[in-house]
């Protein structure tokens, strides 16, 4: 989660919707204070429970809907899982889905935080899930998160057996097959090829590491993007998106 120099330069920006993954309950009061409405949902619980952390969506538009998607009932064994539990901390696999009124028009807000804790495919089957359960509200969506996909063979070789990785989910390219999910339904990822992550995986030879996404509907114009040079003491870069609809 980003530190208070992080919230001001995105509150500086005065966007209409802000999406957050793994903000704690401090993030969500200043920015509730700021004027935006807030939609949160349980991202991960500890025994403390003025220490969770939440996907938390904050607005300017007028909601007229709020909802928890459950988007996997599977709970990783991992040694990461493990070694969460250790500190308290235990994962959900929820979402905040936002329904806002723009102009006339109805849009969904989707914002989550896939698990990193597991192999590539629990995240592929958990997007595919959503596409279709959300399959006639496509066209309008806006979905926000921190999918934690990461392709990246050196990553995948050192930590793979932390993760419960499956013999075969070596060889998947978890990227490819991601973009390939969203074009098959004309869901078009706006920051793709972008590396989001705090450092430069290229100094290991690495590829670019597009963790954090906003993937948009057809109905959706896309007229700037940017992706900061700083982290603001988070391990994720902030993604802005300019949109018309």
């Known amino acids: ?23 704690n309950k401090k993030t969500v009061k200043i920015l ?16 403390n429970p003025n220490k969770g952390q939440f996907v938390a969506t904050f607005t300017k538009l007028k909601i007229t809907d709020r909802s928890k ?12 899982t493990k070694g969460y539990k250790l500190f308290r901390r235990d994962e959900k696999h929820e979402a905040a ?13 989707f914002n989550l935080r896939l698990s990193t804790a597991t192999g590539p495919e ?7 899930k959503i596409i279709c359960d959300f399959s006639n ?50 869901l078009t990822n706006i920051f793709s090829g972008r590396n989001t992550i705090f450092f430069d995986p290229g100094v290991l030879k690495g590829p670019h590491l597009q963790l954090d996404h906003v993937v948009v509907g057809k109905s959706w114009k896309i007229l700037n993007t940017n992706v900061t ?15 018309e609809l």
């Open 122 to 128: 629990f995240r592929i089957k958990a997007l595919e």
């Open 137 to 186: 509200r496509l066209e309008n969506i806006i979905v926000c998160g921190d999918l934690n996909v990461i392709e990246w063979r050196l990553f995948k070789t050192v930590t793979g057996w932390t993760r419960e990785y499956k013999q075969e989910e070596y060889a998947i390219n978890e990227r490819n097959e991601v973009d390939k999910l969203f074009a098959s339904v004309n």
């Open 32 to 47: 509730a204070d700021a004027g935006y409405d807030t939609h949160v949902v349980d991202d991960a619980l500890t025994s």
């Open 69 to 80: 998607y459950e988007y996997s009932s599977y709970y990783s064994k991992s040694l990461l």
């Open 97 to 109: 889905v936002t329904e806002v009124e723009i102009a006339g028009n109805k849009l969904v807000i």
């Open 1 to 23: 989660m980003f530190v208070a120099e992080g919230l001001k330069h995105i509150l500086a920006k005065k966007p209409d919707i802000i999406c957050l993954q793994e903000a």
């Open 229 to 243: 040079k700083k982290s603001f003491g988070s391990d994720h870069k902030i993604l802005f998106a300019e949109l």
